[in-house]
């Protein structure tokens, strides 16, 4: 099973948008709605942001919002902050019945 | 709150075998599938194996199957891992996380804090 793809890095300055994108195929990302985005600072454990696809868990900031474009997923942070600077992971459930997850975007606020 | 603590990992030559532990404080535990997730350092994160919540079906990575076996004790709230044949490609965080269904299809909603297990050649 191939990770799925994310862009290396990102950047954008303080104020601005910036959107991961997270490219799968028809038998993960596009074929379920278990598309979730986890949020990872140096030497923490991950942090839920984005869950099936759209969804924000209680406690995440209304910044975050997730969508989807056939087997693309993404994810959009409005109004960068300095915070916000970590790395970002996609995951999917899969028709093979395992679970993957994309290879890291290492966000940069410039 | 719902905590996770992993232990168990360690220093451990290529060929050996280690089992790691990952104790829930959860009161439905019973409720909710469980993962093993582990970052190689400097990596991304890689899905390693999960659970139902029953312990009735197991999932592993190609990169594990064969090698690597998942289970849990419902009556202790713990989850483990049985790494066995590990090689220095093995050396990695690993992280146990839950999902808020019974079959890890979801998403993971809460992580533990990872135990490091490293594989000399």
């Known amino acids: 099973q191939s990770a799925l793809t994310q862009p290396a890095s990102v950047s954008g300055y303080p104020g601005q948008s910036i959107t991961i994108s997270c490219t799968g195929v028809s038998s993960d990302v596009g074929a379920y709605n278990y598309v979730s985005w986890y949020q990872q600072h140096p030497g923490k454990a991950p942090k839920l942001m984005i869950y099936?696809?759209?969804n924000r868990p209680s406690g995440v900031s209304n910044r975050f919002s997730g969508s989807r474009s056939g087997n693309t997923a993404s994810l959009t942070i409005s109004g960068l902050q300095a915070q916000d600077e970590a790395d970002y992971y996609c995951?999917?459930?899969?028709?093979?019945?395992?679970?993957?997850f994309g290879g890291g975007t290492k966000l940069t606020v410039l | 709150d719902v905590q996770l603590v992993e232990s168990g990992g360690g220093l451990v030559q290529s060929g050996e075998s280690l089992r790691l532990s990952c104790t829930v404080s959860d009161f439905n535990f019973n409720n909710h599938g469980l993962s093993w997730v582990r970052q190689a350092p400097g990596k991304g994160l890689e899905w390693v194996s999960g659970?139902?919540?029953?312990?009735?079906?197991?999932y592993y990575a190609d990169s594990v199957r064969g090698r690597f076996f998942i289970s849990r004790d419902n009556s202790e709230n713990t989850l483990y891992l049985q790494m066995n044949s590990l090689g220095p490609e093995d050396t990695a965080v690993y992280f146990c996380?839950?999902?808020?269904?019974?079959?890890?299809?979801?998403?993971?909603?809460?992580w533990g804090q990872g135990t490091l297990v490293t594989v000399s050649s």
């Open positions: 996380a839950r999902s808020p269904d019974a079959y890890n299809h979801y998403y993971f909603d809460y």
């Open positions: 099936d696809v759209t």
């Open positions: 659970i139902s919540s029953s312990g009735g079906s197991t």
């Open positions: 995951r999917s459930y899969t028709s093979r019945n395992t679970l993957v």
